[in-house]
């Protein structure tokens, strides 16, 4: 078998673009996400704590020389970055727990016995009257 026709059949599985698929819902979900945090929540957050903007919370931990630059841990971005992880997880934890609901809530197709099933119960019927 040649190597392309094994990737073709490997990518073609419905697992794989499956897969593809939610990365690429995924990436545009986070981005927006990201942006709910970044644009909306945090302005109202530094705002409610007393004007405080996040972005700005850092260590200098060496100033600026003229060989040598700045060395700053901005510990407020990682402070931004954890409340978007939260609001992800929340997020997609309440998506999962909506569409798990839908599908419970949906009624379960009766299956209607076939022409042979009926006749195959019928005789089963009479079998058990005759014991």
Known sequence: ??????????AMRGNVVDLAVGVIIGT????IVSSLVF????????????????KKFAFI???????????????????QNIFDFLIITLAIFSTMKLMNNWRRKQ?????????????????RDLLKNKI
């Open 28 to 31: 545009a979900f986070g981005k």
């Open 39 to 54: 644009d909306i929540i945090m302005p109202v957050l530094g705002l409610l704590i007393g004007g405080i903007d996040f």
């Open 1 to 10: 078998m040649s190597f392309i026709k094994e990737f073709r059949e490997f």
């Open 107 to 123: 009624p379960e197709e009766v299956a209607v016995p076939t022409a042979e099933e009926k006749l195959l119960t019928e005789n």
């Open 61 to 79: 931990l060496r100033a600026a020389e003229s060989t040598n630059p700045a060395v700053i841990m901005s510990y407020g971005l990682f402070l």
